[in-house]
């Protein structure tokens, strides 16, 4: 069964910290993405890779970083959380070619909270 | 920029009533159209997709139409039931080689009993 998980559901942090939210897929998948949801915006893409060691720039990645040294884990940092970073943060991942090449997996989401 | 429009925002049925979502996407090039279904406490979970190539898709009580020309897609859930409440995401993706979906910004269904 198609497995994407992470590594918190909560995390509550204080402003200026560095925190890193981790995400591991079980399906060899190549692309890996990191999405935050808030209420009315949807989901809005940070950052996602599609090798290892290779990133690119979603429509929102300010004030965040990725790093994906092996092909089953993808990191988002925040490298000097705000509280305007307070939100869900959710990983999904898909594979890149085949008949399903689309379908993106999404884990359980991780809830921030910035004080 | 690339963008779609997703309406409503939310939407309450009576239970065994039909339920319509409809997105509006941008760019001319995607080709790609798949929804997703978040329930509490979970990540989406993908329920169908349709492609360029078709019009219509169905698969049991859900069906997705695609109107290329209008650009315009929609959901339609048929005599709907109490665990179908959750929030629902249309997407769109196009075939640049950057796997990208853009997605919409989700409508949220109560179906009440």
């Known amino acids: 069964d198609v497995k994407v998980t992470q590594s918190s559901r909560y995390l509550v942090k204080r402003t200026g910290e560095k925190v890193f939210l981790e995400c591991v897929q079980d399906?060899?998948?190549?692309?890996m993405f990191w999405y935050r949801q808030d209420p009315g915006l949807g989901l809005r893409l940070i950052y996602f890779?599609?090798?290892?060691?290779?990133?690119e720039k979603g429509d929102i990645p300010e004030g965040y970083s990725v790093s994906r040294e092996k092909k089953e884990r993808f990191s988002l940092i925040l490298e000097s959380a705000s509280t305007n970073q307070t939100s869900m943060y959710l990983c999904?991942?898909?594979?890149?070619?085949?008949?399903?090449?689309?379908?993106?997996?999404f884990g359980p989401g991780t809830r921030l909270t910035v004080l | 920029g690339e963008n779609v429009e997703q309406h409503p925002s939310t939407l309450s049925v009576q239970e065994g009533d039909s339920a319509v979502i409809k997105c509006t996407y941008s760019?001319?090039?995607?080709?790609?159209f798949p929804w997703y279904k978040q329930e509490l406490g979970k990540g989406p979970q993908l329920i169908i997709d349709?492609?360029?190539?078709?019009g219509e898709k169905k698969d049991q009580r859900i069906a997705v139409t695609l109107n290329k020309t209008a650009k315009h897609f929609s959901l339609h859930i048929t005599e709907t039931q109490p665990e179908d409440s959750a929030v629902y995401f249309c997407?769109?993706?196009?075939?640049?080689?950057?796997?990208?979906?853009?997605f919409g910004t989700g409508t949220r269904l109560k179906v009440l009993a």
């Open positions: 999904a991942s898909s594979v890149r070619q085949g008949p399903s090449y689309n379908e993106q997996f």
């Open positions: 399906m060899d998948h190549e692309n």
């Open positions: 890779s599609y090798d290892v060691k290779m990133k």
């Open positions: 760019d001319s090039a995607s080709n790609y």
């Open positions: 349709i492609r360029s190539n078709v």
């Open positions: 997407a769109a993706s196009n075939p640049s080689g950057t796997y990208k979906y853009i």
